[in-house]
């Protein structure tokens, strides 16, 4: 038997900001397509076909062959909301190099994965079609790792799927508290017009101020490719709404509640620096400033799930594979 280790990330971006002088590293970003035809990911794309609610689409994914001998493990690195599966290239190579096969899938809504605008959109339907993935590889059993909103899909697989989960890596997972009953309800409508009003530099200051505390550094200009190029492509329009789907299924579909009936063994890895909260910018000042606490939320969350332990990485925002990888990628691997 074969075994996996899944791994997934996801967040959101708050209401446009007024309009401003532009960052210059941002007018270097090319205007991109819906499927990311003109970028270029790290390793080979190939493609699955699925059928859902009626609709023909294709899930992209990279599979990368262990570079030393193979410990018979696969590690399977799913992106989260704002990115695409070809932000996990130093975690994918350095895990490969020990033995490790690495799969990288696009969920359906991202990357270079279809994107259908008239599907409901689910964690369910995310996990079933990893799951439909991982038969077509012929992949047995999974060590399911999710980072951000990908902590709530390798929660909800873990869940549907306790069969084939071995493990579960949790790194900084947004909807570690119920956001649904913090802020007033945005419709699908409102948030497609909400997204349309975004810029490349809502991106850039949103990232910069949520993740990385107010800082910036060249060696995160990357992360913003795939958003602010999108933002200036010919399908604004369509990602937007996907985007509006995609968000109101983070708010509507909470995972915590089920956190105590995870049974696999569990790490969390945890920047506490971490303040990313999808709606705060809809709740009011004394709410929001409640929200996002990851001090506190990797406590209540490890105390949840049993037997889990709790790596917490003091100083360090939403992204430690990015701003603390040494830790983080010890972590991981001593785990795995």
């Not at 369910?124 to 951000?148: F, I, N, P, R, Y």
Request: hydrophobic share 40%; net charge negative; charged share 25%.
């Amino acid at each position: 038997m074969r075994s996996t280790a899944l791994f997934i990330t996801a967040c959101l971006f708050p209401i446009a900001s007024p309009a401003r002088a532009q960052d210059a590293g941002l007018e270097k970003i090319p205007a991109l397509d819906a499927t990311l035809a003109g970028y270029a990911y790290p390793f080979e794309v190939k493609t699955l076909p699925l059928t859902e609610q009626g609709r023909a689409l294709s899930m992209a994914y990279m599979d990368l062959k262990p570079e030393g001998t193979p410990n018979g493990k696969t590690v399977l690195l799913l992106h989260g909301k704002n990115f695409s599966g070809a932000y996990w290239e130093r975690t994918a190579k350095d895990l490969s190099t020990r033995g490790f096969r690495v799969v990288i899938p696009d969920q359906i809504g991202f990357g270079k994965s279809s994107k259908p605008v008239d599907i409901q959109y689910s964690f369910q339907m995310m996990a079933a079609q990893t799951k439909t993935l991982l038969d077509h590889l012929e992949l047995e059993s999974v060590e399911v790792v999710g980072h951000s909103m990908g902590g709530m899909v390798a929660t909800r697989f873990a869940l549907m799927f306790p069969d084939l989960t071995e493990k579960l890596v949790l790194v900084n997972p947004i909807g570690l508290e119920d956001w649904k009953r913090k802020i007033p309800y945005q419709s699908i409508d409102e948030a497609t017009a909400a997204e349309m009003k975004k810029t490349p530099q809502d991106v850039k200051d949103y990232m910069r101020n949520v993740y990385f505390d107010g800082k910036w550094k060249d060696e995160y200009d990357s992360l913003l490719t795939v958003q602010a190029g999108w933002l200036k492509g010919a399908d604004k329009a369509t990602l937007a709404r996907v985007t509006a789907l995609t968000s109101d299924m983070v708010v509507t579909q909470p995972v915590l509640y089920e956190f105590p009936d995870i049974k696999e063994p569990t790490l969390l890895v945890i920047g506490e620096r971490d303040r990313t909260a999808i709606g705060k910018n809809l709740a009011s000042k004394e709410v929001a400033a409640t929200m996002g606490q990851y001090q506190e939320l990797g406590k209540t969350t490890a105390a949840a799930i049993h037997g889990a332990k709790l790596v917490a990485l003091p100083g360090v925002g939403h992204m430690p594979q990015v701003e603390a990888y040494d830790e983080y990628f010890k972590a991981l691997v001593d785990f795995l």
